[in-house]
C-alpha cells in the first residue's frame, strides 16, 4: 500500500510557474514508477508526465514538452513537477499516481495508487 499526498498548487498568473510535490507514504518507494496526471472541469482525467524507478526514462504529452519536468527524490519519498511557462489551458487538478511497472504507462487505468489531487489555476 501506497498513500499519495500533492502540495504546491495555487493561483498563478499565465507565464508564471509552480511546483508541485507528491509525498508517498509506505515502504519501497522507489520500487514505483510514478506519474502525474490531470483533470479539468468538465474534460477527462489526461497524462501529464511519468517518471520510471529509477527515473531513467521519462514520458511527457505533448502539450508540457519543453514546459514541465518530472523528477523524483526516493531518499525523500517525493516526486516532483515543475510547472514553467504555464498556459490558463493548464488549469486542472492534478494528480499523482504510482504503478508496480518498472516503465510508467501513459494510461491511468494501469497507476494502482492516486494522491487526492491538487488545485492549479492559471490566470490569464
Known amino acids: 500500500q501506497v498513500q499519495l499526498v500533492e502540495s504546491g498548487g495555487g493561483l498563478v498568473q499565465a507565464g508564471g510557474s509552480l511546483r508541485l510535490s507528491c509525498a508517498a507514504s509506505?515502504?519501497?518507494?522507489?520500487?514505483?514508477?510514478m506519474g502525474w496526471f490531470r483533470q479539468a472541469p468538465g474534460k477527462e482525467r489526461e497524462f501529464v508526465l511519468a517518471i520510471s524507478w529509477r527515473g531513467g526514462s521519462k514520458e511527457y504529452a505533448d502539450s508540457v514538452k519543453g514546459r514541465f519536468t518530472i523528477s523524483r527524490d526516493n531518499a525523500k519519498n517525493t516526486v516532483y513537477l515543475q510547472m514553467n511557462s504555464l498556459k490558463p489551458e493548464d488549469t486542472a487538478v492534478y494528480y499523482c499516481?504510482?504503478?508496480?511497472?518498472?516503465?510508467?504507462?501513459?494510461?491511468?487505468?494501469?497507476?494502482?495508487?492516486w494522491g487526492q489531487g491538487t488545485q492549479v489555476t492559471v490566470s490569464s
Open positions: 509506505g515502504r519501497s518507494f522507489s520500487r514505483y514508477s
Open positions: 499516481a504510482a504503478t508496480h511497472f518498472i516503465k510508467a504507462p501513459l494510461q491511468s487505468s494501469e497507476y494502482d495508487y
